[in-house]
């Protein structure tokens, strides 16, 4: 007689954000009604809860990615969890046809994959390299706003990227165009703990001299040296060689609090607009 395998469902921790909304939505779905699935808690997971991390290891693990931070699977992965079945909201909202309760729609969709995997039929997703990141572009007047779409942004022009359980950091291409060449970039140093939005380093230009400011609390376990020799990288690759540092973060999920692409397009295309506004009047 073959015994149900426990399953620990890890939804997305985007308290106010409708990808985070739905995950939890289709997590409580699953576990009313399916037995053997235990929801999991970030926070808990996140410290290391002897508990929690029993339950982890015991069962298997399925995480629900509320949006592209995909804090769910990134915790799984750190806690040592490398076979999670990763259900993306995203991708499960974008191959759902309609829009009447589409939400709904889509948690019906997460149930359809997590019955699929109780039956024993492997689910793939296409892996996400073979798109490319999308590249949101906005022209304003002078300004040609560019954002990288599966980054998230700070409010002062600062992107994240997770990558193997750290966070990159970097300037986004409009603060690149904002400040102009800049000649001079200061970093701190490596093992430097900082709190978010602390300010860690600075960089000068033709224009200004800007504190750099971290969108994450944690620890720098690496950080960009080439900036000292070739402070241009900033302005020629932005989203690429032009980055900043490698923070190991103290809570993963504090970029819940950040914009996503579309959210940071709109800001940044309003800022635009207040330097073109003052540039008339002066």
Known sequence: MSTAVRKYILPCAGYDRPGGNTSRRAAEKLASHHGDVTIGSMGALFTQRPGEMRELRSSRVICIDGCGTKCASVLADARGVKDALIISIPEVSSAVKGDQDKAQSVVDAVEAVFVR??????????????????????????????????????????????????????????????????????LAEVGTHIQMFDEAGAMESTKTLLEIIVPVSGTIVERNSKLEDSPELINEDPYGRGWLYVVNPDDITELELLKNASEYMTHALSKAKKEIGKKVKD
């Open 117 to 186: 995997e109780a039956a024993g039929e492997k689910q793939t997703q296409a892996p996400e390299e073979e798109a490319g990141p999308e590249l949101l572009e906005e022209t304003f007047d002078k300004f040609t706003l560019r954002v990288k779409g599966d980054l998230r942004y700070s409010d002062n022009d600062f992107w994240v990227s997770v990558e193997n359980g750290n966070v990159r950091v970097g300037v986004s291409d409009f603060l690149q165009q904002m400040m102009s060449d800049v000649y001079y970039v200061r």
